[in-house]
């Protein structure tokens, strides 16, 4: 995150919390926005749903949001505040870190930025549920910047090369003198890259960077669930002259299985059983993960009960959830006349009335 964009772009009014807005309330928070902004339901707020991704990157990281805090102070949010001569401008800042700000402002120095960090990137990959389950690897194709291949990243045509800034002599800022302060600011004459180019590489016209696709083989950890997102550090961007690379967010969605579904960590499971089964008991094979297991069904069972199978759900850092199964009483749509005439036997001697309790009910 660049000190530009801590000082110019307002974090808590992206993700509508207030600044001293506890840890959790800012979780709370991104967490309904994502939802509702992520570009699998919202095709249209990609750009929200980055911006929202942004502020919660810098607000649930301790450090960083003390720091965001700390410039937004200072500066002023990007406005004007404590400096003679008509306030400070945020577009003064550039690259680096806060640190290089901070000393460029009030060091009296004019030595050249840090290399900018690589940016963040973000994309997506769909899951099978049983590859959440056990973890997979899956292939990602992305477009980042790079070095431009025709120049190498000098930005400068085939037979020519850069030359030494003669305004900032390669320091790619310049002293100003204002009042009792002294500020550095980026050079004109270069941009703050502290080189001139002549003449312009035509591939990439001069910047030294081209739009690149890559496969990225990712390995996705067991356990994932539908939603979550994964950060793959070192994996975005990479940074200007041997910089960081920025890291690389993957928002994974996971397809719905036909029989098992997910409740947390546990695995769930529906298993039907007969009319006779539930009133008697009996022992039902259920499936697992790791393969079949019994499961025991005392008599007088009621539909909708559900049984624990210890151990056999999604992965944890801990060890594993459970599997529970849920009990549903299968009432045949149709009956063959022998079947009928058991259940008319059955009906003709039964005295339990389930309705009793519903007697002389009123409002």
Do not use: W
């Amino acid at each position: 995150m660049s000190a530009r964009d801590y000082v110019e772009k307002d974090y808590y009014a992206a993700l509508g919390v207030p600044k001293d807005a506890k840890a959790a309330d800012i979780k709370k928070a991104y967490r309904k926005l994502a939802a509702e902004l992520h570009p699998d339901r919202n095709p249209g707020g990609e750009e929200r749903f980055k911006e929202v991704s942004e502020a919660y990157d810098v607000l649930s990281d301790e450090t960083r949001r003390r720091e965001y805090d700390e410039a937004r102070s200072l500066f002023g949010g990007g406005g004007q505040r404590g400096f003679p001569g008509g306030g400070f401008d945020a577009g003064d800042l550039f690259g680096g870190g806060l640190g290089d700000v901070f000393s460029n402002l009030f060091g009296g120095g004019s030595r050249r930025p840090a290399p900018r960090r690589g940016a963040d990137l973000e994309t997506s990959a769909t899951l099978a549920f049983g590859d959440a389950f056990r973890g997979a690897t899956v292939p990602l194709r992305l477009t980042t910047t790079g070095a431009c291949s025709t120049c190498r990243g000098s930005g400068a045509a085939p037979g020519t090369s850069p030359h030494t800034c003669p305004v900032c002599h390669g320091q790619g800022v310049v002293s100003r003198n204002q009042g009792s302060f002294s500020f550095a600011e980026p050079c004109k004459g270069c941009r703050g890259s502290g080189r001139v180019v002549d003449t312009p590489c035509p591939t990439c016209r001069g910047t030294g960077e081209e739009q690149k696709e890559r496969t990225l083989s990712v390995r996705i950890p067991p356990g994932v669930a539908d939603g979550q997102r994964i950060r793959l550090k070192g994996k975005g961007s990479p940074g200007e002259r041997g910089a960081p690379a920025g890291d690389l967010f993957v928002r994974v969605s996971v397809q719905p299985h036909p029989l098992f579904g997910r409740k947390g960590d546990h695995l769930t499971l529906t298993v039907p059983v007969t009319f006779a089964e539930a009133v008697l008991g009996t022992q039902v094979s259920v499936p697992t993960p790791d393969g079949s297991v019994t499961l025991k069904v005392p008599p007088g069972t009621r539909s909708g009960r559900t049984f624990r199978v210890k151990g056999k759900g999604f992965p944890t850092k801990t060890g594993h959830g459970d599997l529970l199964v849920t009990v549903e009483v299968d009432v045949p749509a149709t009956l063959r006349d022998d079947e009928r005439a058991a259940l008319e036997a059955y009906a003709s001697v039964a005295t339990a009335n389930p309705r009793d309790h519903l007697k002389g009910v009123t409002l």
